[in-house]
């Protein structure tokens, strides 16, 4: 089993759909779990963190956190052509020195 | 947070050659990263990279292929020797600002390497 497993995709959803990514890990140690974006060509950018179990809402991203089920999910609402990338999740191991990285989640957002 | 600046941004290189990587953070970080991104894949971590001691690799990764310094807080440097055509790939240098484990991943605008 992968230490972070996503769906690769491509995920491919209208303009002003919901978008939902997910991400499950296998180090049931893991205490904090980000969502990163990257573009085509560019580098990864954190866009979503989460700690505790249950919603965090940041604007029109919502990560959602289910430690018993070692899961977790990013939601995009009125998801925006704009919104087009990968969407990688990613996962430091315990005691944090390092950052796995699922496969990533390539979103489309179609006008 | 902190900017990362990498150079060379990208190479075309021979086989058998060697090119060194240099990472330079604007702020003092205790922990830095390589990870290697092939076309169309995911990141791959390399090795950790602390000041005052040897870097420590991942699994299929050896001090010998790819060798790392760190002389200090803001700099590092990692080398890709002996290149074959499987090394052609995009280079990553990420940092981790403040003290704690667990925080933001901050990356270079990352190295894009061409074996022939």
């Known amino acids: 089993q992968k230490e972070v497993e996503q769906n690769s995709g491509p995920l491919s959803v209208p303009e002003g759909a919901i978008a939902s990514l997910n991400c499950t890990y296998s180090?049931?140690?893991?205490?904090?779990f980000f969502w990163y974006r990257q573009y085509s060509g560019k580098s990864p950018e954190l866009i979503m963190f989460i700690y505790s179990n249950g919603d965090k809402e940041d604007g029109r991203f919502t990560a959602q956190l289910n430690k018993a089920s070692q899961y977790v999910s990013l939601l995009i609402r009125d998801s925006q052509p704009s919104d087009s990338a990968t969407y990688l999740c990613a996962v430091p191991n315990t005691g944090g020195f390092k950052t796995i990285f699922g496969a990533g989640t390539r979103l489309f957002v179609k006008a | 947070s902190a900017v990362i600046s990498q150079k060379p941004s990208r190479d075309i290189c021979q086989r058998g050659t060697s090119l060194t990587i240099q990472c330079q953070v604007d702020?003092?970080?205790?922990?830095m990263f390589w990870y290697r991104q092939q076309p169309g894949q995911s990141l791959t971590l390399i090795a950790t990279a602390n000041q005052g001691s040897e870097a420590t690799y991942e699994s299929g990764f050896v001090i010998d292929k790819f060798p790392i310094s760190r002389p200090n807080l803001t700099f590092s440097t990692l080398t890709v020797s002996n290149m074959s055509p499987e090394d052609s790939s995009i280079y990553l240098c990420?940092?981790?600002?403040?003290?704690?484990?667990?925080?933001?991943?901050?990356f270079g605008e990352g190295s894009r390497l061409t074996v022939l």
């Open positions: 702020s003092q970080v205790t922990m």
């Open positions: 180090d049931r140690g893991s205490q904090s």
């Open positions: 990420s940092a981790r600002p403040g003290t704690g484990l667990t925080g933001e991943l901050f």
